[in-house]
């Protein structure tokens, strides 16, 4: 069993910056892409960041410049720093990682997701 757990959204202003965490736990063998999502109320899930086991980043254009993906494989832990925060960056955030949990099995799995809200 993986599981994925979210921290650190919340209630921000405009121009803010808030940090996520996703701490991954359970029968991990190794860990490859760690992702960040976003799916906000009417739309599809959006992905916002990726970080592959060699560290190379990728992000969605709407975020460039203002967010940064980062992990930490000592602690099986993936973070997205927020920053210059638009209201329209307000959704459920959500990390999934692709995760080897045996010799011959590896799959995706999802956190449960953390609210960002940006209004004043």
């Known amino acids: 069993q993986v599981q994925l757990v979210e921290s650190g959204g919340g209630l921000v202003q405009p121009g803010g910056s808030l940090r996520l965490s996703c701490a991954a736990s359970?029968?991990?063998?190794?860990?490859?892409?760690m992702y960040w999502y976003r799916q906000a109320p009417g739309t599809g899930r959006e992905l916002v960041a990726s970080i592959t086991s060699g560290e190379a980043t990728n992000y969605a254009d709407s975020v460039k410049g203002r967010f940064t993906i980062s992990r930490d494989n000592t602690k099986n832990t993936v973070y997205l720093q927020m920053s210059s925060l638009k209201p329209e960056d307000t959704a459920v955030y959500y990390c999934?990682?692709?995760?080897?949990?045996?010799?011959?099995?590896?799959?995706?799995?999802w956190g449960q997701g953390t609210q960002v809200t940006v209004s004043s």
């Open positions: 999934n990682a692709l995760i080897q949990t045996s010799s011959v099995f590896t799959n995706y799995y």
């Open positions: 359970g029968s991990i063998r190794i860990i490859y892409g």
